[in-house]
Antibody, heavy 123, light 111 residues
Framework: QVQLEESGGGVVQPGRSLRLSCAAS????????MHWVRQAPGKGLEWVADISYDGGDKSYADSVKGRFTITRDNSKKTLFLEMNSLRLEDTAMYFCARDRGGTVTTTLGFDYWGQGTLVTVSS | QSVLTQPPSVSGTPGQRVTISCTGSSSNIGALYDVHWYQQVPGYPPKLLIFGNTNRPSGVPDRFSGSQSGTSASLAITGLQAEDEADYYC???????????FGGGTKLTVL
């Protein structure tokens, strides 16, 4: 069965960096675009970034552009999110999600989600 | 301020029909990008409820239905049940932002 498992969250000081991972299993990872979505405590969903099936195309929310980098290793079926210059407002649960399609010029809907990993930015 | 606008809350009694609106613009829903809907129970990840404006994934009851017209979309839930109490989010793609956008979410309360 399809599984997505995030890891790498934790407590970090403002200005520091953190790298999140999302290990995928149970499907042909290379066929699908992947996304990171976050949810601040008590708030709604915010799309963060996405990457096409082959890693050739990437998009970012304005709130993280220039600070976060999304990558994938298709040989290891793993998605990453490198987060630099972290801010207090980056505190959130971070989910990885699978798109039903392979490109990032639209979305066909996110059909599988991980349980999330919590990132807390605090001094 | 979300790009897609949803009412913060809706409510209904068991057996009733409720609808949740999602209002966008000419750069997302109005540009014919598909709308998708998610159900999220607090403490759990979101679950895809409707994709491609009107389609239900396998396992989603037919009490849930989606529609789209112009720059807006709607989620309808008929035969409301206590287990439907959750947060609901609409989602689409925005060509001006070149990225995915979510609505602010709607909390459904079953009275």
């Amino acid at each position: 069965q399809v599984q997505l498992e995030e890891s790498g969250g934790g407590v970090v000081q403002p200005g520091r960096s953190l790298r999140l991972s999302c290990a995928a299993s149970g499907f042909t990872f290379i066929a699908y675009a992947m996304h990171w979505v976050r949810q601040a405590p008590g708030k709604g969903l915010e799309w963060v970034a996405d990457i096409s099936y082959d890693g050739g195309d990437k998009s970012y929310a304005d709130s993280v552009k220039g600070r976060f980098t999304i990558t994938r290793d298709n040989s290891k079926k793993t998605l990453f999110l490198e987060m630099n210059s972290l801010r207090l407002e980056d505190t959130a649960m971070y989910f990885c999600a699978r798109d039903r399609g392979g490109t990032v010029t639209t979305t066909l809907g996110f059909d599988y989600w991980g349980q999330g990993t919590l990132v807390t930015v605090s001094s | 301020q979300s790009v897609l606008t949803q009412p913060p809350s809706v409510s209904g009694t068991p057996g009733q029909r409720v609808t949740i609106s999602c209002t966008g613009s000419s750069s997302n829903i109005g540009a014919l990008y598909d709308v998708h809907w998610y159900q999220q129970v607090p403490g759990y990840p979101p679950k895809l409820l409707i994709f491609g404006n009107t389609n239900r994934p396998s396992g989603v009851p037919d009490r849930f239905s989606g529609s789209q017209s112009g720059t807006s979309a709607s989620l309808a839930i008929t035969g409301l049940q206590a287990e439907d109490e959750a947060d609901y989010y609409c989602q689409s793609y925005d060509r001006s932002l070149s990225g995915v956008v979510f609505g602010g979410g709607t909390k459904l309360t079953v009275l």
